[in-house]
């Protein structure tokens, strides 16, 4: 039996994790993640981590709470380290209390790991402060999923303009909570902000007055924030005004994610995703059982890691033949008896690239995968093919005026062409 962590990481943007959640990340066994965590922080996991992914999403097919309880317990009978990722914080409108509980039920050990909450993160991200002198002197934060049961003040035996409410999951309630609130008697000249993908670099922020606010709700995670405080938006946020601010490019990568800080530093988001999680190629971990494989030595913690995550057992293959790079990578992996790449013959599936060095359609991708990223690609302005494979993943697709455009390993150039693609030249590499 092993220790679960609930691991809060944050509002999004991966550079807002705590140290000690990404410690946890990287020595766990097992990790179960959220649609609201960023699929970036994966990459703190070592390489065989076993993934499951039990996002929630509106007006789709769920898994319940329920079920990802009994997930957690199953692999903390199982592992040694199980680390159970949510967005935010797992204590404010993150059922951390629940899942906690089940594990008691279960005698398992746990440990908390707070993270930097929506409620502070994300309108501090936009420049608006929750509390400001002489303007309020109080939050009040409540969830807006059934408006039925948001629980919010009466204005007429309460100063409610004294304090700021955030709302949480409201964003497609917004015209029923604006009525239920006007009804309470909040005035309808109060400052109301809509901030969607909070810390994000593209977040964005609509504004307006509680009476007449023009928003349409389109899925993104989204926060409410009402009361005078929100005047200081336009003053105080930088993050949103940058030029190419709310730009998204989802880059595709086989071995090595490129660095993009460059491009992430001029305001665009950058989404990486390994093409062999993704690409459907024309072979399954699965029908890898008892074949003979044969893969160069700058593969192998790539292989291993798609093995392992889909649950793979490595004796399931048959022969393994690579270089020497591998064969020594492969002892790290409890892997001693191999063959010599140059013996692998025409009974050998070639894993990555060829004997010539070609780059082959063969490739593998685990049985599962996160749906999220569908959802990043749709987002994209601009799509980058990076992998093996000259076309998106079936079933993939890019919103209209969205560019897509073929960069090869080792993404010689990446800064120049993205920002030409978005009309600045400048050379940079």
Not at 152 to 166: G, Q
Not at 167 to 179: E, Y
């Amino acid at each position: 039996m092993g220790k679960a962590y609930i691991v809060g990481c944050g509002p999004g943007n991966k550079d807002l994790l705590t140290i000690k959640a990404i410690k946890i990340i990287k020595n766990a066994d097992a990790i179960i993640y959220d649609h609201l965590v960023n699929p970036e922080i994966l990459d703190y996991a070592t390489p065989g981590t076993r993934k499951i992914y039990v996002g929630k999403k509106p007006y789709v097919k769920r898994i319940s709470q329920e079920e990802i309880n009994k997930i957690i317990v199953n692999e903390a009978l199982k592992y040694r380290t199980v680390a159970r990722l949510k967005g935010g914080d797992p204590f404010v409108f993150g059922r951390g209390g629940e899942e906690i509980e089940e594990l008691i039920r279960n005698n398992i050990e746990y440990e908390i790991i707070p993270g930097i909450s929506s409620l502070t993160g994300v309108p501090e991200s936009a420049g608006i402060p929750l509390t400001h002198r002489n303007v309020n002197h109080g939050v009040l934060v409540t969830t807006g999923n059934s408006v039925e049961n948001l629980n919010i003040p009466d204005c007429r035996t309460f100063n409610c303009r004294m304090y700021t409410l955030v709302i949480f999951m409201g964003a497609h309630n917004l015209r029923d909570i604006v009525s239920r609130l006007l009804s309470s008697g909040y005035d309808p000249a109060l400052p109301i902000a809509l901030i969607e993908n909070g810390t994000y670099n593209y977040q964005k922020t609509y504004t307006g007055k509680l009476g007449d606010i023009d928003y349409s709700y389109d899925d993104s995670p989204s926060l409410i924030v009402i009361g005078d405080v929100v005047q200081y938006h336009k003053e105080f946020s930088r993050s949103e005004h940058r030029i190419y601010s709310g730009k998204i490019v989802t880059l595709f990568y086989d071995l090595y994610a490129p660095d993009t800080d460059d491009l992430e530093n001029e305001g665009i988001t950058v989404f990486k995703i390994r093409c062999a999680d993704v690409f459907p190629g024309n072979m399954q971990t699965a029908q890898l059982y008892r074949k003979n494989i044969a893969f160069y030595g700058c593969y192998t913690d790539m292989l291993m890691d798609i093995l392992r995550s889909s649950g793979f057992d490595l004796r399931w293959l048959g022969k393994i033949a690579t270089d020497s790079t591998g064969k020594a990578l492969l002892q790290s992996y409890g892997i001693f008896d191999t063959t010599d790449i140059s013996e692998s013959g025409n009974d050998y599936i070639w894993i990555g690239s060829g004997k010539e060095k070609e780059l082959q359609a063969v490739k593998v991708k685990p049985l599962e995968m996160g749906s999220y990223i569908d959802d990043y690609v749709k987002k994209s302005d601009l799509v980058i093919i990076g992998g093996q494979s000259d076309t998106l993943p079936e079933g993939i697709e890019v919103k209209d005026g969205a560019g897509v455009i073929r960069i090869e390993y080792p993404y010689e150039g990446l800064y120049s062409k993205v920002m030409s693609y978005f009309g600045d030249g400048d050379e940079k590499n």
